[in-house]
């Protein structure tokens, strides 16, 4: 089992930069795909970004393509999103997931994840 903690979120101007962290206990993170998925009022959970367990292969939403960036330290067991040029459509509640899998196997669906953080707001004004 994990646990996941999401950090790093606020309020920024249309342009900004955050960046958000997803602290992970317990399980070796390396056995584990991560994701970030994101959720606004009245809209359906969505991707945003996914990284595989090991040598770092990543896939992202077009929305977010260019723009974003998931990474990882398997060693301190955090997963980032960098996340740059925000738009008022990416105002969400992020959340950070987590499935034990195979070594090229990082989902887009989020049926497929076995853990999730609390979510952190994120607010881009225009």
């Known amino acids: 089992q994990v646990q996941l903690v999401e950090s790093g979120g606020g309020l920024v101007e249309a342009g900004g930069s955050l960046r958000l962290s997803c602290a992970a206990s317990g399980r070796t993170l390396s056995r584990f795909a991560m994701a970030w998925f994101r959720q606004a009022p009245g809209k359906d959970r969505e991707f945003v970004a996914a990284?595989?367990?090991?040598?770092?292969?990543?896939y992202y939403a077009d929305s977010v393509k260019g723009r974003f960036t998931i990474s990882r330290d398997n060693n301190k067991k955090v997963v980032y999103l960098q996340m740059n040029s925000l738009k008022p459509e990416d105002t969400a509640v992020y959340y950070c997931?987590?499935?034990?899998?195979?070594?090229?196997?990082?989902?887009?669906?989020?049926?497929?994840?076995?853990?999730w953080g609390q979510g952190t707001q994120v607010t881009v004004s225009s």
């Open positions: 997931a987590a499935v034990e899998s195979g070594r090229d196997y990082y989902p887009v669906d989020s049926d497929e994840y076995e853990y």
């Open positions: 990284i595989n367990r090991s040598d770092a292969k990543t």
